[in-house]
């Protein structure tokens, strides 16, 4: 049995009172939500907060919805739930293919949107897709609300721009009508986090590349995308030829380092695999093939 | 084909004999009612926890606990240097802050001097809670000097490589065995190097020569190791709830090493949730506790958590093997040399028989007819955790199985011949048993090419060929993969095997009760292997009666036997065939009782499951349980019988059994991925009489699990800093049911001729076969790569990196 360090424990009644009691123990405290990052550190006593703050009350951080032409995705939604959402299965079948390779199902069960985007691990399966679909977040503190577009949420691992005394409230997602997309990880075994994913969607129109997103993990892609490669197959057509062009130059926007998951060569290797996958199988559910 | 005869059933509709059964002890466990040493707790108890090395080889310059002291709920600390103050009365070491290990080195039970690995213990605090007790160990400040370590196996024998072992004055990294061997040869070093020599010049012959590592794993029981002790003052009796393996050797180690008088020692052993040779050595934490209880007067409870399980106890292989295989270019197979490097880690920790220092790796010849066979193991010291036989392994068998039969696939693939039918024509024929090895193994009894063929017209062995031809025109790598294997098990006749001087012979003991239930007393120690359903299902069979009337204890070493305990697979050979031998004196006893009953001789009666009976007079007979009940009544018995059915035995075997088993495993490989996907695995197993069929399915399903784990992902590996890259289940991966497939088993049933049920054990038959199966299959499968070898774990990075013709040292950190 693993021991954490000694903690003081509060379970916020709202938003608000999350917010309160953040401002009142300051940097010590740590926002309790799915807790399968947090929990785990602090019985290695990797991460020891003086005061857990417990979301789990909060139901107007859950739910699934359509706001006009977004999708928002509350930000104490589990991994579970993505994965049986009909409203993002309808839009995106990306989040279906990365939840069903997100760790395992008591993981999912509990684990959360919010909870995976602000612990911000370099290797998170969830900010590749809110990458590749440039999503956004909202962030609230007692100022008020400020949203944020993903692609710009992250500082570097393990940190991003919600502040001390704020919190996460939502992800939100553009929908694209015509949009198809994919996702793909290589692990080394069911449940472990990825050696190198990649996740994509693709807007084919008149023959060409309207619009696309693509997002990698544990690959060292600055905010989990490559928007040189977005940028070459724009107005292109979505040829084996281009779409390999564009995928080497997702791996060229890479800095993996190696670790038991992985050398160097071969995850930028899988970078460029991976994502080339993922771009042929959106463009032709995109085709409607 | 199958050796399990009908037989009757009981009132509860269970086998009189053998034939599968519902394991009895299931009960408990699926309702959560098992009683685990973690579950023990007695009044007024203290918890415990051991404070680690950060290092892996570090000078300690000093180490203040005058914080962890004063923390309230804290009772004590203890650190090495308290331990070299206490004298021992005992021929193993002066003082208590060193043990001896079962293979007659020292190690350290808290670090005095320096550590030698990253999670070597090195002070021991006892709290009132268990989380006050981790957090004293936060508030203790130990200065290290820190050392360069030795990491790298290879480089542990250079002229300037760091002195690990310097506490023995050793000069160097080298390990010198109880009798003074610094490498451990078998075999005719001479002979093998002439036949490969003259191979090398014939031009009709091949030899190919590979570098094989079987890599450092872990045996990762779900239950940690832990205990409780508790030192009566009044009584002077010590009593330790334990997770062991050997509850009747550890409680002589701890006579010896405690100084404490053996009488006075109580070994528990409850409950254990596996152990897979992990619970077999003595750990420092276990000491710890022993120390913790006569130190404070109460029972002290430790609990290992899971990085310290992963990172301080017994790991298992780490075998750096180089194997040549000589053959004419026909096929067949003319000699072996291997050569291993084996890292032992910082004390030489190793649990086998003495005179097997390198355990039972020199039955590497394996399941093939050839002359000459030779191996030299150099044993060294490295800065890692100490261990090396654990993990389902026979004694090293599995390193011996994996490098043989991945060395006759390099063969098959150098001589382009199939991997099937070079095996074929090289096993050994029915006609040679009793065999003996080129390395002076006896091998009962086997009908290899029947088991092989039962396994290639289960797989459909040509059907996946020409499937793997017509896959590989379209760009798709599928594998096939075969593994032969054969094992010693059952270790062994006293004079020849021991473990630090204690004989590997175990004892046994059969109570019959007047009403004719009975109870048996084991001195082995089930760990899952479902000894409280098989044993029972042994007597049933020797005495007729029901399996449920017979209850099996086990793991308190005041209520059973003497014996050595459970591990290479030696449960079923040497104490199963005590169960047959002292049921069978029972039953001998109760045929005086019966005579004297019938009024006759004893020569005049017959037995039949269950009873004896006149001869040509069925009618007139006694059960079992009436003799029982006549056997403690006022019957006059004749001279020499003076009551009572009850008996003991014990069983030295004469030999070792040779249980063996032919897999062909399947896998498809995505070149560019690298991932393998396991899509069948057939096992077929000759382990002898099968007690309980199902029983046994169950340990080969486990057994290839762990083989598929080993194959694909398990893997212990260090920087060059000396830390363990595998101390944690996000690290250390263990498979889970999606990368198992449906196991498809067959059998076939070759007794042993001379086991009493002709029983052989099959613990570990699945882990020393399954491993090579699944590697011979993706290197099948990656063979029009040219690729010929890559070592375990074969994870997706080092399928691709072998594609590319430069696959992983798994042994270090990936670069």
Redesign the interface.
């Known amino acids: 049995?693993?021991?954490p360090?000694?903690v003081e424990y509060a379970r916020a009644t709202s938003v608000g009172d999350a917010i309160a009691l953040l401002e009142k123990h300051g940097d010590e405290a740590r926002l309790l939500a799915g807790g399968h990052s947090l929990l785990p550190m602090m019985k290695?006593?990797l991460a020891r907060p003086e005061i857990l703050i417990d979301l789990n009350d909060l139901d107007e951080l859950r739910g699934i919805r359509i706001e006009g032409d977004e999708i928002v995705v509350g930000a104490m939604v589990t991994h579970a739930e993505i994965l049986d959402s009909p409203v993002l299965a309808e839009h995106y079948s990306i989040f279906r293919e990365a939840e069903k390779v997100i760790a395992d199902p008591i993981v999912r069960n509990k684990g959360t949107i919010g909870g995976s985007m602000c612990q911000a691990d370099p290797s998170e399966d969830l900010s590749a897709v809110g990458s590749a679909l440039k999503g956004s977040v909202i962030i609230q503190g007692s100022g008020g609300k400020r949203s944020l577009a993903l692609r710009e949420f992250h500082e570097g691992p393990y940190e991003t721009k919600v502040g001390d005394a704020e919190i996460l409230t939502e992800v939100r997602f553009p929908i694209r009508p015509g949009a198809g997309s994919a996702y793909e990880k290589?692990e080394?075994?069911?449940?472990?986090?990825p050696?190198a994913s990649a996740g994509a969607f693709v807007v084919v129109a008149g023959g060409v590349v309207k619009d696309c997103g693509i997002g990698l993990t544990a690959v060292g892609a600055e905010h989990f995308c490559a928007p040189d490669a977005e940028a070459f197959l724009i107005g292109k057509a979505p040829t084996e030829e281009n779409l390999s062009a564009a995928a080497k130059l997702a791996a060229d926007a890479c800095t993996p380092y190696?670790?038991?998951?992985?050398?160097v060569?071969?995850k930028l290797?899988?970078a460029h695999?991976?994502t080339l996958?993922v771009l042929r199988r959106a463009v032709a559910s995109s085709q409607g093939a | 084909m199958t050796a399990v005869e009908e037989v009757p059933l009981s009132a509860a509709g269970n086998p009189i004999g053998f034939g599968s059964m519902r394991r009895v002890e299931d009960a408990r466990f699926v309702r959560g009612q098992g009683n685990y040493v973690?579950d023990v707790n007695l009044p007024g108890m203290l918890h415990s926890a051991i404070l680690r090395s950060p290092h892996a080889h570090a000078r300690i310059v000093s180490i203040d606990a005058s914080a962890a002291e004063a923390l309230p709920g804290v009772v004590a600390v203890i650190t090495g240097k308290i331990l070299e103050g206490i004298p021992r009365p005992s021929l193993l070491g002066d003082n208590f802050a060193w043990m001896p290990t079962l293979s007659y080195d020292t190690q350290a039970v808290l670090a005095t001097d320096k550590v030698r690995f990253q999670g070597q213990e090195v002070a021991y605090v006892i709290a009132e809670s268990?989380?006050i007790a981790?957090?004293a160990l936060?508030l203790i400040d130990v200065d290290y000097e820190v050392l360069e370590p030795v990491m790298d196996a290879k480089m542990a024998l250079d002229a300037g490589a760091p002195i690990i072992r310097d506490d023995k004055g050793q000069t160097d990294n080298s390990i010198t065995d109880v009798h003074g061997n610094k490498t451990w040869e078998s075999g005719n070093a001479e002979s093998t190097a002439a036949a490969i020599a003259a191979a090398k010049a014939d031009p009709n012959c091949v030899v190919v020569t590979q570098e094989i590592m079987y890599p450092r794993v872990h045996p990762a029981p779900m239950e940690t190791c832990g205990s409780v002790s508790y030192l009566d003052k009044v009584t002077g009796q010590l009593t330790m709830y334990t997770t062991t393996q050997a509850p009747h050797a550890h409680r002589t180690v701890y006579a010896m090493v405690a100084g404490l008088p053996e009488q006075k020692i109580r070994i528990i052993s409850p409950d254990i949730g596996g152990g897979f040779g992990n619970k077999v050595p003595v750990y420092p934490g276990y000491v710890l506790s022993v120390i913790g209880t006569i130190v404070t007067g109460k029972p002290v409870k430790w609990?290992e958590?899971?990085?310290e399980n992963l990172t301080s106890t017994g790991f298992a292989r780490d075998y750096h093997m180089t194997a040549s295989i000589a053959a004419t270019k026909e096929g067949k197979i003319l000699a072996v040399d291997v050569d291993v490097l084996a890292d032992h880690g910082a004390f030489n920790g190793v649990a086998q028989p003495t005179n097997y220092p390198a355990g039972f790796f020199n039955i590497f010849s394996g399941s093939y007819d050839y002359p000459d066979a030779h191996c030299k193991v150099t044993p060294v010291y490295t800065n890692k955790a100490p261990g090396g036989v654990a993990y389902a392994c026979s004694f090293r068998i599995t390193e011996a199985a994996y490098v043989i039969e991945r060395v006759v696939d390099c063969l098959a693939q150098e001589l382009q011949m199939d991997p099937a039918e070079l095996r074929l024509k090289n096993l050994l024929r029915p006609e040679q048993f009793p065999y003996t090895s080129p390395t002076g193994w006896e091998y009962d009894s086997g009908q290899y090419e029947k088991t092989m063929r039962v396994a290639m017209e289960m797989a459909g062995y040509d059907e996946l060929r020409r499937e793997q031809a017509e896959k590989r025109t379209r760009g798709e790598y599928m594998g096939i993969g075969i593994s032969f294997f054969t094992e010693g098990v059952g270790a062994g006749p006293r004079r020849d095997m021991d473990i630090l001087g204690l004989g590997m012979a175990d004892g046994i003991e059969l109570r019959v009760h007047p009403t004719g239930k009975a109870q048996l007393r084991l001195s082995v120690q089930s760990q899952g292997q479902g000894h409280e359903t098989t044993f029972a299902q042994i007597v049933a069979h020797e005495l007729g009666i029901p399996p449920e009337d017979i209850e099996v204890l086990h793991g308190d070493t005041d209520n059973t036997p003497f014996g050595l305990g459970t591990y290479g697979s030696r449960s079923t050979p040497v104490s199963g065939a005590a169960a047959s031998v002292v049921a069978r004196k029972v039953r001998d006893r109760a045929r005086i009782v019966a005579a004297a009953a019938l009024e006759c001789a004893p020569d005049d009666l017959d037995w039949e499951l269950g009873r004896w009976y006149v001869k040509g007079d069925r009618e007139r007979g006694k059960t079992i349980a009436e003799i029982a009940l006549l056997s403690h009544s006022s019957l006059e018995l004749p001279e020499g019988v003076e009551g009572h059915l009850d008996a003991t035995a014990v069983y030295n075997p004469p030999s070792l059994t040779y249980p063996y088993g032919c897999y062909i495993c399947v896998v498809d490989v995505d070149p560019?991925?690298?991932?393998v996907k396991v899509r069948r695995f057939i096992a077929v197993d000759d382990c002898g009489t099968r007690i309980n069929p199902m029983i046994v399915e169950g340990q080969v399903h486990g057994g290839l699990a762990d083989g598929v784990g080993m194959a694909?992902?398990e893997?212990i590996?260090f920087d060059t800093d000396g830390n363990n890259?595998?101390g944690?289940f996000?690290?250390y991966?263990?498979?889970?049911a999606?990368?198992c497939p449906d196991w498809e088993l067959g059998e076939t049933v070759t007794p042993s001729p001379h086991h009493p049920i002709g029983a052989k054990g099959v613990g570990e038959s699945a882990t020393v076969g399954s491993p090579a199966a699944v590697v011979n299959a993706v290197i099948d499968a990656l063979s029009p790569f040219g690729v010929r070898h890559a070592d375990m774990p074969l994870?997706?990075?080092n399928v691709?990196?072998a594609i590319?013709g430069n696959a992983?040292r798994v042994d270090m950190?990936?670069?």
């Open positions: 049995m693993q021991t360090a000694p290695l006593r290589v080394r075994r069911v449940g472990d986090w050696v190696a670790d038991q998951r992985g050398p060569d071969y290797h899988l695999e991976l996958r | 973690d268990r989380y981790k957090d936060e609990i958590d899971r990085n560019g991925t690298g991932q694909l992902m893997l590996a890259l595998g944690s996000m690290d991966l263990l498979p889970t999606v990368e994870t997706p990075a691709w990196r590319q992983i950190a990936i670069e």
